[in-house]
T-cell receptor, first 116, second 115 residues
Framework: NAGVMQNPRHLVRRRGQEARLRCSPM?????VYWYRQLPEEGLKFMVYLQKENIIDESGMPKERFSAEFPKEGPSILRIQQVVRGDSAAYFC??????????????FGPGTRLTVT | AQSVSQHNHHVILSEAASLELGCNYS??????LFWYVQYPGQHLQLLLK??????LVKGIKGFEAEFIKSKFSFNLRKPSVQWSDTAEYFC?????????????FGTGTRLQVTL
């Protein structure tokens, strides 16, 4: 059973460009979460999605950031007009749909975004 | 809103020393508690978890943690660390509400084990 997949692993963007980060959850998982890890900080929650629905976006910056999890395909975290402060590691996690284990989140390898 | 505090930011131990990393959370309701480990260059892996029941939980690689509800604590322990335990350790919590929910993480503890 493949784990959570994220791509690209490393992404370099110039200021003002768009960044698209992809996340494919584990097989059988329908909950996806995005977290951001800034240098020397812990992970901060951004958004929680189920298929075609945003459940909790309380951690998303109000501007330039958006996320989706379509019926088919991976979840996408989109950052428009990137700035230097967006440089961070972005982690995706997924959790199962049923049973107690929906409390557990399994993490992908992350995408390290560098804005130059 | 819940928060998680990890008081030790950087810990250096010799091999075979005992380890205890502190974790405190602030939330009055029912929570699930987790410890994750991030080895250099790798993604987060779940070390152990507490949902309910026996407050002493055992995880992988000889780690254990004890949930003390009265102290809002979930400290991680290992009797004898190895060089391969060098990593960053994160305590996390989410709400036990019957539905999936976001994790709130502590800022992490960087453990360095010397030979």
């Amino acid at each position: 059973n493949a784990g959570v997949m994220q791509n690209p692993r490393h992404l370099v963007r110039r200021r003002g460009q768009e960044a698209r980060l992809r996340c494919s959850p584990m097989k059988g998982h329908s909950h996806v979460y995005w977290y951001r890890q800034l240098p020397e900080e812990g992970l901060k929650f951004m958004v929680y999605l189920q298929k075609e629905n945003i459940i909790d976006e309380s951690g998303m910056p109000k501007e330039r950031f958006s996320a989706e999890f379509p019926k088919e395909g991976p979840s996408i975290l989109r950052i428009q007009q990137v700035v230097r402060g967006d440089s961070a590691a972005y982690f995706c996690a997924s959790s199962p749909t049923t049973g107690f284990k929906y409390y557990e989140q399994y993490f992908g390898p992350g995408t390290r975004l560098t804005v130059t | 809103a819940q928060s998680v505090s990890q008081h030790n930011h950087h810990v250096i131990l010799s091999e075979a020393a005992s380890l205890e990393l502190g974790c405190n959370y602030s939330y009055g309701g029912t929570v699930n508690l987790f410890w994750y480990v991030q080895y250099p260059g790798q993604h987060l892996q779940l070390l152990l978890k507490y949902f309910s029941g026996d407050p002493l939980v055992k995880g992988i690689k000889g780690f254990e943690a004890e949930f003390i509800k009265s102290k809002f604590s979930f400290n991680l322990r290992k009797p004898s660390v190895q060089w391969s335990d060098t990593a960053e350790y994160f305590c996390a919590v989410n709400l036990n509400t019957g539905t999936a929910s976001k994790l709130t993480f502590g800022t992490g503890t960087r453990l360095q084990v010397t030979l």
